[in-house]
């Protein structure tokens, strides 16, 4: 499954600005691994946008994760 799942998010580049993340859509919908589709439950599009603050650049998944983490 590790093959498959890698191939869905190959298109995303880390760095790259202005991409598309529909592949998320694939992945996050995908019962078999999440045990729900995390749309039909509310999560996929904030799920997603926190995938788009880690792909952001160099440091960003640092600071994603401080910025979650202080959240809480």
């Known amino acids: 499954m590790l093959a498959e799942l890698q191939a869905i998010v190959a298109p995303l580049e880390v760095g790259k600005t202005e991409q598309d993340y529909s592949c998320l859509h694939t992945l996050y919908s995908r ?31 640092r ?10």
């Open 31 to 61: 019962k078999d691994v999440f045990g729900l589709d995390l749309y039909e439950a509310g999560l996929g599009e904030q799920i997603e946008g926190m995938v788009k603050e880690l792909y952001a650049g160099k440091g960003a998944v």
């Open 63 to 72: 600071a994603t994760l401080h910025k979650y983490v202080a959240a809480r």
